[in-house]
Nanobody, 125 residues
Framework: QVQLVESGGGLVQAGDSLRLSCAAS????????MGWFRQAPGKERDFVAV????????YYSDTVKGRFTISRDNAKNTVYLQMMRLKPEDTAVYYC??????????????????WGQGIQVTVSS
């Protein structure tokens, strides 16, 4: 069955870096765009970043642009989110997700077919 398993979360201090990983299985990873979303306490789940199937192009939310980098390794069926200069407002549960839609960047949750269970990232001030 389809699985997306996030790892790498934890508690860090403001200004630190952290890398999240998401290991995929049960579908043809290289044919899916992969996204990261996050949900802060008491807020809705928001788009963070998305990377196209071939890993060549990516798109970021304004709040993380320049600090976060999404990448993927299709040989390992894994997508990454490198987070730098973390801020307390980056505290959230982070989810990876997969969409089979191609041809554009899809930012809305409704376009994603598969989701991970989420992983906590906490940034202390």
């Amino acid at each position: 069955q389809v699985q997306l398993v996030e790892s790498g979360g934890g508690l860090v201090q403001a200004g630190d870096s952290l890398r999240l990983s998401c290991a995929a299985s049960g579908f043809t990873f290289s044919r899916y765009a992969m996204g990261w979303f996050r949900q802060a306490p008491g807020k809705e789940r928001d788009f963070v970043a998305v990377i196209r199937e071939n890993g060549v192009s990516a798109y970021y939310s304004d709040t993380v642009k320049g600090r976060f980098t999404i990448s993927r390794d299709n040989a390992k069926n894994t997508v990454y989110l490198q987070m730098m200069r973390l801020k307390p407002e980056d505290t959230a549960v982070y989810y990876c997700a997969a969409t089979g839609l191609t041809g554009s960047f899809y930012l809305g949750q409704q376009w994603y077919d598969y989701w991970g269970q989420g992983i906590q990232v906490t940034v202390s001030s």
